[in-house]
């Protein structure tokens, strides 16, 4: 039934049954440019590689001899092994020695995914046998994988959004800190979470003192383009509202003072303050578990700063985090209710409408 000036969301199954979670990763997650990590996580030289989950495929993201980054399936072309132990935490990241070794049989992979030796088989004709490879691309530093190949590129998904935040030099940040939180709930509820700024009163209150307008009128009419006001004498995320840290070089006056936002559909977040990033890469692992990663990005000139220390941006936005898990992590239970058929965005929420059109876009046949 229509509700003037209400739009209904996903219908609360979208949020709650595995087997649309099981269709997500096949029509959605296979289909779409996925972060998974950063440029920085692979140091230069050959063989260096960082193993990701992407729609419940193993991927080992390898650094060529060529210094080209590649994706490949972390499964073996004789008899399917794993190539890299998932059940090793410290397998997660690390450097082949030269070529991948299988340690089943021995099937030898070049750092390019291709054959090179299969023991004791001569026969075996090398060029039919390389790495599955998934597509991959980067953007500011982060890096994209997509399993099934597509015709929109990287750079045709994101839009506008490279434009948007053109002075940040994200390439050129690194990770001085990662958080890791697992969240009991739909990875589209914490987007349609980060999507509004209509909790941010009831939820945040530390956040509001920080950034006044925030609370007023439920979040709206804010102006994410030009970048969001502090309160009078702050001009970053931290808990007193200022830093030791310098600006980034390149950006503008508002940039200097604003704060900033970008959803990169599906899974990077962005919060962009005048000294760090918070990035927020989310891992959905069922229909109501999301593992989100919270990476905390500075300038390396001041990473490389005496007395660096990043503590002042990690304890507010932990704050705020638990505050937003908590919050979505109501939502997922009360959504298991009999009585709940789907819920409703009112105009305030309007740009978490727009995650409802994308994936109902993508989720019809
Ligand atoms: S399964 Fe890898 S060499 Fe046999
Ligand atoms: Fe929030």
């Excluded at 009999?338 to 994308?358: C, K, M, T």
Aim: with cysteine; aromatic share 10%.
């Amino acid at each position: 039934m229509p509700v003037p000036g209400l739009e209904p969301s996903l219908p609360g199954p979208a949020y709650l049954d595995e087997d649309t979670f099981t269709a997500e990763r096949e029509h959605l997650f296979a289909r779409s440019w996925w972060c998974a990590g950063r440029e920085e996580d692979l140091p230069p030289g050959p063989g260096t590689y960082v193993r990701t989950d992407v729609a419940g495929e193993q991927l080992l993201v390898v650094r060529g001899r060529d210094g080209a980054l590649r994706a490949f399936a972390n499964v073996c072309r004789h008899r399917g092994a794993e190539l890299v132990d998932t059940r090793d935490p410290d397998a997660a990241s690390g450097c082949f020695p030269g070529a991948i070794r299988c340690p089943y049989h021995s099937w030898t992979y070049a750092l390019d995914g291709t054959l090179r030796a299969t023991p004791h088989l001569d026969s075996v004709e090398h060029a039919a046998f390389g790495l599955h490879r998934a597509e991959l691309d980067s953007w500011a530093g982060f890096l994209f994988v997509r399993l099934e190949r597509g015709t929109a590129s990287l750079a045709g998904e994101l839009g506008p959004i490279p434009a948007r935040v053109a002075n940040y030099p994200l390439a050129e940040l690194v990770t001085a800190e990662t958080l890791h939180y697992a969240v009991q709930a739909n990875w589209k509820v914490l987007a349609e979470n980060f999507n509004e700024c209509y909790h941010c009163g009831p939820v945040h209150p530390e956040l509001c003192e920080l950034v006044p307008a925030f609370r007023r009128g439920g979040g709206s009419g804010l102006d994410w383009e030009r970048g969001i006001p502090h309160r009078d004498g702050a001009y970053t995320f931290t808990t007193t509202g200022t830093t030791a840290r310098r600006p980034f070089p390149g950006l503008d006056t508002d940039e200097r003072e604003r704060h900033k936002g970008e959803l990169v559909y599906p899974n990077l977040f962005l919060s962009l303050s005048c000294d760090h990033v918070a990035a927020f890469v989310l891992h959905p692992t069922s229909a109501a578990t999301t593992h989100v990663e919270c990476r905390f990005l500075f300038h390396p000139s001041e990473v490389e700063r005496p007395g660096f220390d990043p503590f002042d941006a990690i304890e507010l936005w932990n704050v705020v985090n638990r505050q937003d898990w908590a919050i979505c992590e109501r939502v997922q239970r009360g959504m298991a209710s009999r009585w709940f058929d789907h819920g409703w965005f009112a105009p305030l929420e309007d740009p978490s409408v727009d995650i409802r059109r994308w994936w109902a876009a993508r989720m019809s046949p």
